[in-house]
């Protein structure tokens, strides 16, 4: 059995865009990923592993994304925001994450950060979110089924309201949970200050 391609999925709007050859270079560098797909309305070209899908113009965050579902062939791939520059990550664990997505039908996806107010429902490794949970779907790094995300995702939302409202959507969901890691295992920093790439060392958190 050949080993599925491990794609990232991303949405820039051109006037944002500066973060991402520095977003892609830190994916890279892993030799984990197979493949990106970066929608934009900006004419670029950023590698032979990387799609981009032409967005005409900047239709927001959840139009944007939903264009790009059209175009994603695999069942399973990464998104989260184009600010969480990665910094290292447990291969071992991504990968079981990975599997755990791909091959069990009541796991919808699972976020790759953890923070202790997240509630989850067991002891495991990889955990159900309680489901009263504000941010029940989130942002964050995540691994995703596109049938999931296509049921919770809809036109119109930013992607604040997408977290807000997705998760209410996610939520009565039953047959289907949305997971984290008990640990972090996608340690990434945020190089975005107001849109634009920022590497002050006064500016940049680094999360996980």
Known sequence: MSRPLRVWLLQSPEKYFSVVPVFLKALRKTKYFDGFYVATEKTVWLGTDCWVIDLKKDNGWSNNIIKTLEYVKEDVFFMGCEDHILTDFDETLVDAAFWAVKYIDDIGCVRLTHKPRIPLDTDDPISPIGRSYLYYVSLQPT??????????????????????????????????NA??????????????????????DDYVKIHG
């Open 143 to 176: 691994i995703w089924k596109k049938s999931y995300l296509e049921k919770i995702i809809r036109p119109d939302e930013t992607a604040w309201e997408f977290e807000i409202l997705g998760s209410g959507r996610a939520q009565f969901i039953r047959d289907v």
């Open 179 to 200: 997971c984290c890691v008990r640990k972090t295992i996608f340690n990434y920093k945020n190089l975005m200050e107001k849109g634009v790439l920022a590497e002050r």
